[in-house]
């Protein structure tokens, strides 16, 4: 394991007030706790081991709607721990419980599942602190960081003072739609999540408070096709398609909060001498604003019925009539909290009490996550990083560098954690 200096954990209760201008709320770190502190040196002691989970899990293929061998893998390695209720939810969600006080419920989730396909080689190479594999980071690193929180909780006997829910939840990638959040906040756990923290990917001191919404599509345009010669004249779904891409293309932003579009996807076509009765497109608008996801998707409509209605009228002769369908493929709720949030300034004063002028200097940003849906709902919630380092996410050459201070991920997480459900007294 990479060797460096500890952190430095002080012998007194940090009283870390920052005075919000909002909640007005107190953020108390735990760091002064004798049994928090023994958990933070285990977190550090366990950064091999850490790293072998992280592997061991990334060669378990976990691809949308096929988690359930990841599922149960990660079931039975809680279940080792000592977390004998862990069960699977009816969506495929790992649900595992510490304490049952009366304090605050903090769910803490780590998404399972990854954007590769069932076919895809999901062995790992590894050289020196440098692991290479499709998911290595995005999100066995955060499946691995929430199980190395379960063994410390468990090995030190730190209790939460109220609920600590630990989740591993399917659905968080593309064409998963949030499933498993959904679930988890309207059928296993309405109205019963005080705060909520997603752990995601590597990296340091990033707090993702804003979510970053998306409106997903599947638009295809139909008519009824013909002989390339034979019919030549006739209306043609490809090329009205190919009008449609060329305004979108071409459309403006609205002001304001960050808005993209992008077309991803294309398909369609028999032959070279057909003209294809179907041709589709998958169109990914994304906004932190509402307002803006809402406007760009009008702008969208228009840009296609203007491709469709200048197809048709390049060929007047034509009685081909073209028609468009939308799929929706994916609708991720927009919302956002102010750095003065009580969950943002704990987050924050967490890393500020790692920060060594490097990897852990408090920052807050936007991302589409697990936290948009409970964000939606109003619930206080934030996606962190679970140290290390890594790039390459959703491609197979992805790669994680288990740094000297990847152990700060874990961290982290366990001051954020105890500082929201508060922690019991030994008796």
Known sequence: MPTSRSVLVRPFLLM??????????????????????????SLQHDQAWTLAQQIA????????????????DFKRRLIALGYLDTRIDAVGNVIAQLGAGTGPTVMVAAH??????????????????????????????GVAVLLTLAKVFKET???????????????????????????????EFPREIDYFISIDSPGGARIVSRAVGSHRYTITFAGPGGHSYGAFGMTNPMHAMGRA???????????????????????????VNTITPQASMEVDLRSESADNLREMDQRLQDAVARGVAEELARWPASRAPITVRYDTIGIRPTGGQSDDAFIVRTA???????????????????????ANLPISLGIPAITISGGGAGGGAHGTEEWYRDTADAYKGPQFALLIITALAGVRLAP
């Open 157 to 187: 006997g730190l209790t939460p003072d109220g609920r600590v829910l630990l989740v591993g939840n399917v659905g968080e990638e593309g064409p998963g739609n949030l499933r498993g959040m959904r679930h988890l906040f309207t059928a």
């Open 348 to 370: 924050k004063a967490a890393a500020a009490l790692l920060d060594d002028g490097l990897n852990w200097t408090p920052r807050t940003t936007a991302s589409s996550t697990d």
């Open 57 to 72: 899990i990334c060669e378990i293929p976990a691809p949308p709607f096929k988690e359930a061998t990841r599922a149960e």
């Open 245 to 271: 891409i060329a305004h979108i293309a071409a459309l403006e932003v609205p002001d304001g909060p960050k808005t993209t579009f992008n077309v991803g996807v294309v398909r369609g076509g028999t032959s």
């Open 112 to 141: 399972l599942d990854t954007v590769f396909p069932e076919e895809t080689d999901v062995r790992t190479t590894r050289i020196d602190d440098r692991v290479a594999g499709p998911g290595i980071g995005d999100n066995c690193r």
């Open 16 to 41: 870390a007030t920052l005075a919000g201008t909002l909640s007005g709320q107190a953020v108390r770190l735990t760091d002064g706790d004798l049994l928090v502190q023994r958990a933070l040196a």
